[in-house]
């Protein structure tokens, strides 16, 4: 796997470094690729409480995690990290089974049960919304956004015509997706 750290409001020594490295390589027996890119963000915010941000991106796969740990355990965050992002893998191995399979890929190697996990059968969709989608600013659609009361908002970018929406991040502040045309 190849590493990349990026530390907000905090320095870190090369043990807690280490000490990721070695919790997140034991991840590596689900993916398909040993060199996947691993992106690690350590961050502090008010009260000491340690975030850890954990992406790896294993082909179009792509696994994310954030954790919390109360009082500067940032190895506690690290644990929870890595353990969110196995359940997920455990918990979708059949759908990421077929996906693989449908893209000629070795699927993952079977996991040792270490937690209870119950697989979902299907996704459910329980509503369907229709909506038409408006030419606005990243601005205007934030606006729109709050005065809806949504976490999210769909728009078409008046500049560029691509689709594309803005939600609110969990840290605060709010976030840009552009959908960009498939060749």
Do not use: W
């Not at 459910?124 to 999210?152: C, G, W, Y």
Request: glycine share 4%.
């Amino acid at each position: 796997m190849k590493y990349t750290y990026a530390c907000k409001k905090v320095p870190l020594n090369d043990s807690i470094k280490a000490y990721a490295e070695k919790k997140i390589s034991k991840l590596e027996k689900y993916l398909r690729h040993a060199d996947a890119p691993v992106s690690v963000t350590f961050s502090v915010q008010k009260n000491h409480l340690c975030i850890v941000e954990i992406t790896i991106q294993d082909g179009g796969t792509i696994l994310r995690a954030q954790t919390e740990a109360p009082d500067g355990d940032m190895r506690g965050a690290v644990d929870a990290a890595v353990r969110y992002i196995e359940r997920q893998i455990l918990k979708n191995k059949t759908r990421l089974s077929k996906r693989m399979r449908t893209e000629n890929i070795p699927a993952p190697a079977p996991a040792e049960e270490e937690f209870s996990v119950k697989e979902e059968k299907e996704f459910e969709i329980i509503r369907t919304k229709r909506f038409s989608v408006k030419p606005m600013s990243p601005e205007e659609a934030i606006l729109q956004m709050n005065l809806l009361n949504h976490d999210f908002f769909v728009f078409r970018d008046s500049e560029n015509e691509s689709l594309s929406i803005v939600y609110q991040r969990k840290n605060g502040g709010y976030g840009l997706i552009v959908a960009d045309d498939a060749d």
